[in-house]
């Protein structure tokens, strides 16, 4: 009855996926020791805003629309800040000059979050849609309720296929991967140079996607090659580690403990051979000795079909998912 109902839910016009999730997700639930924080749907990517109380989630009702949500993390609530709750446009047409103007219905992909002062932020978001684009916001962290404005979007790279994760760098540049299955890369954007293409990095699936503070190395979800891959940034020649973990890698984070999170599921058996299928997977990788500890081995449920993303959450690991999953499931670590 829920795969049913959300593949109604794609069929919808506009109009009607304006309803809240609340009035069109199935009742929230727990799974044993796992809770669900409720009223999302399909929320494919998490950010933890540092500092804040607030984890922002990326929705999806279909193949071009859906929310952004704030999430608190004090009570597990959930709200639409876009675009219900959005503040008006104000492009900025100097640093986001080859942006056509705003856009408020796409369906948002890849977080990533580049921090400022007094509780402003920039926010970038992978844009599906009409157009195929990383809308950029100013994010204010505000007590009450955090706000979104967007101010204007980076056009993709000419010729990729999807842009799937994005992650800040240092001097005002941007990285992002190309989702290829067939032959993907990683791409840098900056206002002075626009798309450049990252040396080294062409990869079939690269998914995920965050960097070191210093901006030397990217840390990449290797989806097809079930792998976290280390690949060097401004390096000749090019450094490239693969670090099997065992599933395929959707979204990559960094943990609380200065290890990756590496979030995905096992959907397929690679050659044809027999292999246990799973949900979701989890595991933190050192990014210095690469260890790999599996963490968690989630089978799914009616409520939550396929997990993308992990994030540490105080003492819990929070999961998100897509295709079907209706709330971010809570694990205790």
């Known amino acids: 009855m829920i795969r049913c109902l959300y593949r109604c839910l794609l069929l919808l016009p506009l109009s009607a996926l304006a309803l809240s999730a609340e009035s069109l997700d199935p009742p929230c639930i727990t799974d044993g020791d796992i809770a669900f924080v409720c009223g999302t749907t399909n929320p494919e990517d998490l950010y933890r805003v540092p500092d804040t109380p607030w984890v922002i989630a990326s929705g999806r009702v279909s193949d071009s629309a859906g929310p952004i949500y704030a999430v608190d993390i004090r009570n597990h609530v959930a709200t639409e800040i876009f675009p219900g709750g959005a503040t008006a446009p104000r492009a900025d047409t100097v640093s986001y000059?080859?942006?056509?103007?705003?856009?408020?219905?796409?369906q948002p992909h890849g977080l990533t979050l580049r921090r400022g002062d007094e509780g402003l932020h920039t926010l970038y978001v992978v844009g599906h849609g009409a157009r195929e684009a990383i809308e950029v916001f100013q994010f204010q962290a505000?007590?009450?309720l955090p706000r979104l404005t967007?101010?204007?979007c980076i056009p993709a790279p000419?010729?990729?296929?999807?842009?799937?994760?994005?992650?800040a760098l240092p001097d005002g540049y941007l990285g992002a991967t190309n989702f290829d299955t067939s032959g993907g890369e990683l791409w840098e954007w900056h206002p002075d140079t626009a798309w450049v293409e990252v040396?080294?990095?062409?990869?079939?699936?690269?998914?995920?996607?965050?960097?070191?503070t210093d901006g030397d190395w990217y840390y990449i979800g290797g989806w097809s090659e079930r792998a976290l891959v280390r690949l060097s940034?401004?390096?000749?020649?090019v450094q490239r580690e693969v670090i099997d973990v065992g599933f395929s890698v959707d979204n990559v984070r960094w943990g609380g403990d200065g290890r990756v999170i590496a979030a995905g599921h096992v959907t397929r058996c690679p050659d044809a051979q027999d292999c246990q299928l799973s949900a979701a997977r989890v595991?933190?990788?050192?990014p210095a000795s690469f260890a790999v500890e599996q963490l968690i081995d989630f089978s799914g449920n009616d409520f939550f079909e396929l997990g993308t993303v992990a994030i540490d959450v105080e003492d819990e690991i929070w999961l998100g998912g897509i295709y079907g999953s209706f709330g971010i499931a809570r694990f205790p670590q």
């Open 233 to 237: 940034r401004g390096r000749n020649p």
């Open 158 to 167: 000419e010729g990729t296929r999807r842009i799937n994760s994005i992650t």
């Open 142 to 144: 505000s007590a009450e």
């Open 283 to 286: 595991a933190k990788i050192d």
């Open 199 to 212: 040396p080294g990095s062409q990869m079939n699936g690269p998914n995920g996607l965050v960097s070191s």
């Open 97 to 106: 000059a080859d942006c056509p103007g705003p856009n408020r219905v796409f």
């Open 150 to 152: 967007w101010v204007g």
